[in-house]
């Protein structure tokens, strides 16, 4: 993945994506009308397994588990998704008037256009922003006006951020303090906001730095405490950053496969803090480098089913990751029951794990 900041790398200059999440409400219809609902956030209830006819036709069908809920977002769950799909930007436009130089302050998601429901769900909790498509199959909740960044500020300064981008949004506000103040407006004011934006994300363009060649950039404040604030914000976080996987390799096993589950998020060494403190949150997993960052990894079975599956069942995953955490759980049961251990098992396993995560199709769609 590597160290995206505040996700500021983008496509066609304005937007980056990461295709994984979509509304986890959701009904799926086929061409003959049947439904399936999702199911309520209970432990005992059980995944319903559509039959072997319909099991022909839909690629995926075990995404039935939960009834997810994005109109009510918990505060911290923002601020965990925030801390993994956020992205805080100050733009220097050249005018020919005034001081020579228009600054604009934005906060911006970017997501597949399948995650609408998701953005409508945070557009709705702040009651301010909006939503724009940004390229084929992107769209964007951007935050703007001063008036709406006043709101969204009011935010983050009672459930703040966690993640070195933390030090991204202190900078921002400082900026937006300076504008708020029309202190933009001044040549003086005008250089602190280069200083400052020369420090956030991945810095100056050579425009910028043609432009002002004697810019010292302003210092980072990473001085603050790592520590997981509330269930909601992992689960946020985890919504943005974590991964639910199925795999396969082949064994000496009469089916000729072992399967096995997999969770991992995966950040930049700067937040090894954090990936660290996953590790005692948790109570579980372990963390491996892979060159510039770092990967929190839980495979034990037995971690998956008591503690992760049942913490995520309490404070539950959204968007189009649900249906990855449904899976997830699908699977995990059929191991329990063993059906993994036979060869209509492991070809059950292998369909659900081909229409997982980057292999999921669009709703409905039928082989």
């Given amino acids: 993945m590597g160290y995206r900041g505040s996700k500021s790398v983008l496509l066609n200059g304005n937007s980056t ?21 999702l199911m309520g956030f209970e432990r005992n209830y059980r995944i ?41 930007r100050i ?27 998701l953005l409508e769900s945070i557009k709705n909790f702040l009651d301010v922003g909006q939503i724009q498509v940004s390229g084929k199959n992107l769209i964007q909740y951007r935050i703007q006006t001063l008036d709406e960044i006043t709101v969204f500020l009011k935010h983050l300064d009672k459930y703040p951020l966690i993640t070195k981008k933390k030090a991204d ?17 001044t040549k003086d004011g005008l250089l602190k906001i280069v200083s400052l934006k020369a420090s956030l994300n991945l810095g100056l363009s050579k425009q910028l730095k043609a432009a002002f060649p004697n810019i010292i950039p302003a210092t980072r404040n990473t001085d603050y405490s790592i520590s997981i604030p509330n269930c909601n914000w992992l689960s946020g976080f985890v919504t943005a950053e974590g991964c639910f996987m199925v795999g ?28 660290k403190n996953l590790i005692d949150y948790l109570g579980c997993g372990k963390l491996t ?16 089913t008591d503690k992760i599956i049942v913490f995520f069942e309490k404070y539950p995953i959204l968007g189009d990751k649900a249906k990855d955490f449904s899976d997830f759980c699908y699977v995990a049961d059929l191991m329990k029951n063993k059906v993994h251990l036979t060869e209509d098992g492991v070809a059950k396993i292998q369909k659900i794990k081909e229409g997982m995560n980057k292999g999921r199709q669009s709703i409905g769609q039928i082989e």
């Fill in 17 to 37: 994506v990461k295709e994984q999440r979509v509304d986890g409400s959701w009904q799926l219809f086929n061409s003959k009308g049947l439904r399936f609902t």
């Fill in 48 to 88: 319903r397994i559509p039959s072997n006819k319909l099991d022909k036709k839909i690629r995926f069908y075990s995404t039935t588990r939960y009834i997810i809920n994005q109109t009510n977002l918990n505060p911290w769950f923002l601020t965990g998704f925030i801390d993994g799909e956020g992205c805080f």
């Fill in 91 to 117: 733009a220097l436009t050249k005018i020919k008037r005034e001081i020579g130089w228009r600054v604009q302050l934005f906060f911006q998601i970017n997501l597949h256009s399948k995650d609408r429901a």
């Fill in 169 to 185: 949004y202190l900078l921002f506000k400082e900026v937006y303090e300076l504008v708020k103040l029309k202190k933009h407006l």
């Fill in 248 to 275: 396969l390799s082949k064994s000496k096993m009469s089916t000729g496969y072992q399967i096995y589950l997999s969770f991992i998020i995966t950040q930049h060494i700067r937040d090894e803090l954090l990936m």
């Fill in 289 to 304: 480098r892979k060159r510039d960052v770092y990967e929190f990894q839980i495979f034990k079975f037995i971690d998956i």
